[in-house]
């Protein structure tokens, strides 16, 4: 007698979520004038003149990097960039007359993480949320070459531009996260993290100038069941058959699940069938390993309510370590139920739906 088919449905609850809005950073000089903004963030250190020649450092259109809600898609990152145009970095001098503008070879960006001197985080940004930080990686390239910054270790040298515009000196900034670090740390929150990006000139005069920028994300509720494999049950005259397996129960977001299931062949019963003929059979879950047998097992209902019990407790790894699987499934069915049958091979597709509780 075969039972087969164990399938899984994969249940994901939603959230609103929260987009946060670009900081406003004030468009001035060192003389607190409005420099060439355009409409848009900007910095200058206009310097001083020295040699009859005045030094100049702009930075300009530093967006915020908001990546919306995040859906699962298998990669191994996620990685984004602001959807307007790419940012401004330049440094150049130019004599005083006449004016011959000349690219500087000594421009170096860094980026600074506010609020935190030992790495480059986004923290939960709900009011009251105690949710743990997830590592950020933030990245710069330059619009016009394969070039790459990487800010890991909190700064790195610009190859200047090929003239004083922003023509060759265009970047846009990323941001990413690994998706191992999501699943394993992130809860069903907005997170963000706000940051600066500083240009400088490395040689005298050594001028600066910075602007800050916020990164956000948002994950919803989900859960995932996985490990579960196909079932076959193996029948002796005058006893009752069962089988049992561990699998694996993960969430983002919550704490409590509740299992329910559905049978292909059933009405208010699970049934396995075989040319209309059925055989009734019984479902159980609970808690894996050393959980089994101490009240926290319970009976499901073919088409019911989910059903929970206070002591399951969701994995905080994915697909939960090999042999470390939270959950146990029960399958029997009762000698009294196969007496009598014909011969022949029973099966039943068994729908399992966990759900937040």
């Known amino acids: 007698m075969l039972l087969r088919n164990l399938t899984l449905l994969f249940l994901f609850a939603l959230q609103a979520s929260h987009a946060y809005g670009r900081l406003d950073t004030q468009c001035i000089n060192d003389a607190g004038v409005f420099a060439d903004c355009d409409s848009q963030t900007i910095d200058v250190d206009p310097g001083p003149v020295i040699e009859n020649r005045d030094f100049d450092i702009k930075l300009k259109r530093v967006y915020d990097l908001e990546f919306g809600q995040w859906a699962d898609d298998g990669q191994t990152a996620v990685r984004w960039r602001t959807s307007r145009g790419p940012l401004c970095l330049l440094s150049f001098n130019e004599r005083s007359l006449p004016s011959r503008p000349q690219v ?11 609020g935190s001197a030992d790495g480059v985080f986004l923290v939960p940004a709900d009011e009251g949320s105690t949710g743990p930080a997830i590592p ?9 070459t394969d070039e790459v910054i990487d800010f890991s270790n909190r700064e790195s040298d610009v190859l200047p531009g090929r003239g004083t515009t922003c023509a060759g000196s265009s970047f846009y900034i990323y941001a ?11 809860k069903a929150e907005n997170y963000r993290g706000t940051f600066t990006l500083r240009g ?22 989900r859960i ?14 005058g006893q009752n058959v069962k089988s049992d397996q561990n699998f694996c129960v993960y969430t983002i977001g919550a704490d409590r699940f509740g299992i329910k299931a559905n049978s292909a062949n059933g009405d208010g019963e699970f049934l396995l069938g075989s040319s209309g ?3 009734p059979y019984q479902v159980s879950v609970g808690r894996a390993g050393n959980g089994q047998g101490q009240g926290n097992r319970r009976s499901l209902t073919e088409g019911a309510d989910s059903v929970s019990q206070n002591s399951w407790r969701v994995s905080d790894s994915q697909l939960c370590a090999s042999g470390q ?11 009294e139920d196969i007496a009598g049958k014909a011969a022949g091979s029973y099966q039943d ?4 739906i966990v759900e937040p509780s």
Not at 176 to 186: K, M, P, Q, T, Y
Not at 224 to 237: C, F, H, K, P, R
């Open 200 to 221: 400088q000139r490395r040689e005298a005069p050594h001028l600066a100038v910075e602007v800050p920028f916020v990164v956000s994300i948002s994950f919803q509720p």
């Open 176 to 186: 990413s996260l690994l998706r191992s670090d999501i699943l394993r740390l992130a």
């Open 224 to 237: 995932q069941i996985s490990g579960l494999e196909d079932v076959t049950l193996e029948v002796q005259a």
């Open 136 to 144: 950020v990686s933030i990245t710069m390239e330059r619009t016009t």
């Open 277 to 279: 003929t059925t055989i």
């Open 349 to 352: 597709v068994l729908e399992l």
């Open 104 to 114: 500087d070879r000594v421009l170096e960006a860094s980026v600074v993480s506010l």
């Open 325 to 335: 699987e939270n959950m146990n499934i029960d399958i029997s069915v009762l000698a």
